[in-house]
């Protein structure tokens, strides 16, 4: 079974820019997490959709952040424009059920702002 | 927001060795969960708690929820090169959904 997918793994942008991060989850997987990891600390969650609707973007910085998970299975992440701040990886998760507490985590997107 | 606090922040330790680590929170979870993170790589699912009080093992990990619901530890046992990385505690509360992470114990293993 494939695992959780993300690309790019890698993106150096220059500050102001666009940028846009690509999910696709487990198959089947209802729910869908996007998690903010700075260095050295722990995931930080976004936002958390259950099928195509975004049940929780309290944490989503909505001025310059925004998300869509238009057909309830793939998802993407945009910022714009970035600034030297963003700086971190940014996770996918997916997890079956809603509330489900194994979330299955990808490989994450590296972003350096410069 | 609820805060975990995990320690020690780092450790190196000699391989053979047994790791003890914790995480601490100022508010009460019904699930607790071990994760563990490689360089490069998403963090990993190692043991998930459901009841205060309940110990749980996988192979050489063993973690136990703590009876007052804040805290939760988890131990390693003869550890091996391989346990090398980033370990993670998370609270969840299943109405809420989702979960807060402590910000991690690295774990250096000296063969």
């Known amino acids: 079974e494939a695992g959780v997918v993300q690309s790019p793994r890698y993106k150096i942008i220059e500050k102001k820019q666009p940028v846009a991060f690509w999910c696709n989850p487990i198959?089947?997987?209802?729910?869908l997490y996007w998690y903010l990891q700075n260095l050295g600390q722990g995931p930080e969650l976004l936002i958390r959709?259950?099928?195509?609707?975004?049940?929780?973007d309290s944490q989503l910085p909505k001025d310059r952040f925004s998300a869509e998970r238009l057909k309830g299975v793939d998802s993407t992440l945009k910022i714009q424009p970035a600034e030297l701040g963003d700086s971190a990886v940014y996770l996918c998760a997916s997890s079956p059920t809603a509330g489900a507490d194994t979330q299955y985590f990808g490989p994450g997107t590296r972003l350096t702002v410069l | 927001g609820q805060q975990l606090n995990q320690s020690p922040q780092s450790m190196f330790i000699q391989e053979g060795e047994d790791v003890s680590m914790n995480c601490t929170s100022s508010?009460?979870?019904?699930?607790w969960l071990w994760y563990k993170q490689d360089p490069g790589e998403g963090p990993v699912l190692l043991i998930a708690?459901?009841?205060?009080?309940e110990l749980t093992s996988n192979g050489r990990l063993t973690a136990q929820f703590g009876i007052t619901r804040k805290d939760s530890f988890l131990n390693i046992s003869a550890s091996i090169p391989s346990d090398v990385g980033i370990y993670f505690c998370?609270?969840?509360?299943?109405?809420?959904?989702?979960?807060?992470f402590g910000d991690g114990t690295t774990l250096t293993v000296k063969p």
């Open positions: 508010s009460i979870f019904n699930t």
């Open positions: 998370a609270g969840q509360n299943r109405d809420a959904g989702k979960s807060t």
């Open positions: 959709y259950e099928n195509e609707e975004a049940v929780d």
């Open positions: 198959s089947g997987h209802n729910t």
């Open positions: 708690l459901y009841k205060a009080g």
